[in-house]
């Protein structure tokens, strides 16, 4: 989930908005503005309860913020690298790069955003108690009781044992630590968020069709992510299995054909498009430094008429957004970083020269040879 625009940084992490959220928020904001607190503090001006249901929205993505903040906190801790933090239609979530180094390490960043979001509960509520003990019986008392509400209710269903929730995490380190097999735990995670998303949609569905109201359509399509994202996990956790032990090196076209920056997509087209087999061109100087990589897809952008006057560092992706690696790293620790330029090739480099290219052909060759080895193995057993 890519980010349509950025707030800042919260504690050294990226922080992003997709445009998304302004769904999620305008349903909160309504929903309480003109339903809810009507509904339970009537007879007040129309602009108080257009006021309260925006502070209550605006608080509540704060805390959601928060949630994500100690995960991306706690993370950094452990050793793993955040890349950012983006709040999204289902909430927010946080970019972590690797995995935990333990089951201990994965119960502590799974663990805090949900402590964090009923602590928050907590908070609000103690508020509520307090203003509604003095007799207080006014809008701001709504909103607190709303906000202590929500965030229990948030930490509550994060914890449920289901991937990709907070509880699935707690679930795959508990699996993790008794099993010692971190794939085999996220598996085990990631069927049980299958299970839980179908529960959902089933709920959702009935909840529709017995006319409850559109609400069960909300949790069907919250089941339906469930879902996909779990399936993902456990892709993913096949993957990295099938690679364990698997290097760049291994895997690399080695000594791939380079360009030039100055040349232009015209002379590129005539002189490489036929002759290179592959369908990534990295750009060198000073005898071999990688300073950019042109695709086909990044040249079949650019029209024939301006072909002959767009040179290939004008459309290549920049010498600051490649992914370097090195021969000797392991491939599943190189996987992460793939996505952070948007062609997906990471350039392998020994001493700051170019010595191979890694392409998506090349790991998903690497996988099926690693699937064959494990079930071979399996088979053996």
Not at 53 to 60: C, E, M, P, R
Request: glycine residues 12%; aromatic residues 8%.
């Amino acid at each position: 989930m890519r980010a349509s625009f950025r707030l800042g940084r919260v504690a050294g992490v990226p922080v992003g908005v997709n445009w998304s959220v302004l769904v999620i928020f305008a349903l909160i904001w309504w929903g309480l503005a003109a339903s809810q607190f009507p509904r339970s503090y009537p007879d007040r001006p129309v602009i108080l309860y257009v006021l309260a249901g925006l502070v209550a929205a605006v608080v509540f993505f704060v805390g959601l913020l928060a949630h994500e903040v100690s995960h991306a906190i706690i993370a950094k801790r452990n050793g793993l690298e955040v890349g950012g933090i983006t709040l999204w239609l289902f909430g927010g979530v946080a970019e972590l790069r690797g995995e935990a180094k333990d089951p201990g390490a994965e119960l502590r960043i799974a663990g805090i955003g949900p402590l964090v979001s009923f602590c928050i509960g907590l908070v609000f509520g103690a508020f509520a108690i307090i203003l509604a003990q003095v007799g207080y019986r006014g809008l701001a008392l709504g909103v607190l009781a709303w906000l202590a509400g929500i965030n229990i209710l948030l930490a509550v269903f994060n914890v449920l044992p289901a991937a990709p929730l907070d509880g699935g995490r707690l679930l795959r380190a508990g699996v993790w630590r008794w099993t010692g097999d971190r794939t085999k735990a996220t598996v085990v995670a990631a069927r049980a968020g299958w299970v839980f998303g179908a529960l959902l949609i089933g709920l959702g569905l009935w909840q529709f069709l017995a006319g409850v109201g559109f609400g069960g359509l909300w949790l069907a399509l919250i089941g339906w992510f469930l879902i996909g994202a779990a399936a993902m996990e456990e892709r993913q956790a096949r993957m990295g299995s099938a690679l364990q032990g698997v290097r760049v090196g291994d895997v690399m076209t080695a000594q791939p054909q380079t360009a030039s920056a100055d040349m232009t997509v015209a002379d590129f087209v005539d002189r490489y498009l036929f002759a290179y087999r592959h369908s990534a061109l990295p750009l060198t100087e000073d005898g071999g430094r990688p300073i950019g990589l042109v695709t086909l897809d990044r040249v079949r952008g650019i029209p024939p008429e301006r072909r002959s006057a767009t040179t290939l560092a004008e459309v290549a992706c920049r010498e600051e957004q490649l992914v370097l690696a090195k021969p000797d790293e392991q491939l599943n620790e190189l996987l992460p970083r793939l996505n952070e330029c948007a062609d997906g090739r990471a350039l392998v480099v020994t001493e700051g020269q170019l010595v191979g290219i890694v392409s998506p052909s090349d790991i998903s060759r690497a996988v099926q040879r690693g699937s064959l080895r494990d079930q071979m193995a399996g088979d053996r057993r």
